[in-house]
Structures are given as C-alpha cells and as structure tokens.
C-alpha cells in the first residue's frame, strides 16, 4: 500500500531563490514564481495587505505543480497567510491549529452528511479568527476534506458559499475567459473563495476582496493568451440537457 505523502509547510510567501534555468526551460520570475512572460508582480501590492484573519491554505501535491493554481499569489498578496502541502489536516500538521482555536471556520460546499453554515449566516460574535481552505481539484478537495473532518470537528465549523448545484460551473471568475471549468455555478477559484470570505470577515473586506480579485483578473488575462479556452465538459453538458428535459416535463 502506497504511503500517505507526509505533510510539510512551504514558505511560498518568501523571495524564491531558483538558480538560473536549465536550458530549454522557460525563466521564472524570483518573486511571483510565475514564468516570465507571465509575471504577475506589477500587480502584486508592495506590502502584502493587512488583515486579522489567520489563513491556513491545505494545498494538494498535484495543485501545487498546477500553472493555473492561486495559492502562491494568495500568500504574496495577505499576511497572516500559510501554505501546506498534503494531503489532509491533522494533529501536529500547524502549531495554530493544534490550539483549537475556538473560532475557526473551514470552507467547504455543505452535503447531506456534512451540513455547512452559509457565511452570510454568521453572526457578528461568530466572527472566525482562522480560516481553513482546501486548495485542490474537487474531486481531491472532497477526499481531503473528508480525511480532515475527524480533527477539524473538534474546533472548527464548516461554513460556505452560497451556490447553485442546478446552474452550469463558471470560470476561473466571470469572464468569457473560461479557463478552468468548475463542477457547478458559484463553485469559484481558491484565491475568489478567500477575497468572498474576506469580504465578510475582515473590517475593510470589500477593499480586500477587490485588490484581489484584481491580481486574478490580470493573472488570468496574461495566462489566457497562452491558452485555449476550454469548453464546457461533456458530462456535465449531459446532465444538465436531462434536467432541462425533466423538468420541462414536469411542468
């Protein structure tokens, strides 16, 4: 049996200090991590905002080697801001979470077994001082939220977005710039899932939301030129033509 992959802490916030590319690899900016013709960093903010929010980002392996993936960007962006590579959360994996820190939230869809709280429903007093993300594709955000719920149920609530499973999967935001599909309308990037969370949680949330949102439009505008947009999946199509049916039906 294949060993769990152990989980380690990345400092992705921090100056990388890459040497000079090998040959036939393309040069990677120091700062943003990202290839040169794609170099984000005009956009980035000198200092990296404010907030009181401590954010812990679960990164998959696979997500972390993704070109398209926002976690780097999210880490130059924010302070209070950590990144971990792995595969779920448990004891020993954050000294902050090991605290079990009584208002922590984490983000994930609510289904029938693991109700979630919509953001909007939070009470001032319910304010969270720590939010947990899953940055993954979802099919591995739901295995690695699933692995993690055993230690995350003892001290933090399950919270989320308000979603539509019935719409269509929008793009990376919305755009006609559709370069990664999600599984159903209001499932969003990790970097819009953070900005949206921010919005509401921190003080000055829609002057956060709005920088960063802004560092993703220019980071997919820049991304986009190098891309095909891809269409929307077959299978998805699919089901949606047979609902449409049935419902036309039913009525």
Known sequence: MEQEQ??????????SSSAAPQPGRRPICENCTR????????????????????????????EAQHKLST??????????????????????NSPLLDQSPPSAIYLFPSTQTSPAVNL??????D???VLIVFDATWKHAKEMVSA??????????????????????GSIYDSDLILRKEP????????????????????NGPEIEAGLIGVLREMVRLQASFLKPMKPR???LKKQKKKKVENECGS
Do not use: W
């Open 127 to 129: 304010t969270p001082k």
């Open 71 to 92: 976690t780097p960007i999210l880490t130059k962006c924010l302070t209070n801001t950590t990144a971990l590579v792995g595969r779920r959360l448990r004891r020993g």
């Open 6 to 15: 152990d989980l380690f802490q990345v400092s992705l916030s921090t100056t």
């Open 148 to 169: 993690s719920e055993g230690y995350l149920g003892k001290f933090a609530k399950r919270v989320c977005l308000d979603f539509d499973e019935n719409e269509i999967g």
């Open 120 to 125: 909007s429903q939070l009470k001032d007093r």
């Open 234 to 236: 077959p299978k998805l």
């Open 35 to 62: 290839p040169n013709p794609v170099c984000i960093c005009h956009k980035l903010p000198a200092q990296p905002i404010q907030i009181t929010t401590q954010i812990i980002i679960l990164h998959h392996p696979h």
């Open 184 to 203: 159903f309308g209001g499932c969003v990037s990790t970097m819009e899932a953070v900005a949206r969370t921010l919005r509401v949680l921190e003080p």
